[in-house]
């Protein structure tokens, strides 16, 4: 069955970096548009960053720009975010999505704490 496990959060001080990776399994990888979604205390779910099925093309919201990259490894089927000078506002849930037309799998979802 299809499955997005997301690792790599926890807690960590302001102006900290953390790399989050999500694991995919059960579906073609490579031929999936791959993001990450964040949901705040409080927040509705928002789309952080995206990347094409090649990696060739990425983007970014405007509050993560120059902090965050997202990419990706089709050989290994897992895409990666990383995460620097983060901020308490990036405190948040954040999930891995896949994307095929009207297609979309989510994981479960890995908490990033930044606090100090």
């Known amino acids: 069955q299809v499955q997005l496990v997301e690792s790599g959060g926890g807690l960590v001080q302001p102006g900290g970096s953390l790399r989050l990776s999500c694991a995919a399994s059960?579906?073609?990888?490579?031929?999936?548009?791959m993001a990450w979604y964040r949901q705040g205390p409080g927040k509705q779910r928002e789309l952080v960053a995206s990347i094409t099925t090649g990696g060739g093309s990425t983007n970014y919201r405007d509050s993560v720009k120059g902090r965050f990259t997202i990419s990706r490894d089709n050989a290994k089927n897992t895409v990666y975010l990383q995460m620097n000078n983060l901020k308490p506002e990036d405190t948040a849930v954040y999930y891995c999505?896949?994307?095929?037309?009207?297609?979309?799998?989510w994981g479960k979802g890995t908490l990033v704490t930044v606090s100090s």
């Open positions: 999505n896949a994307h095929r037309g009207a297609m979309d799998y």
């Open positions: 059960g579906f073609i990888f490579s031929i999936y548009s």
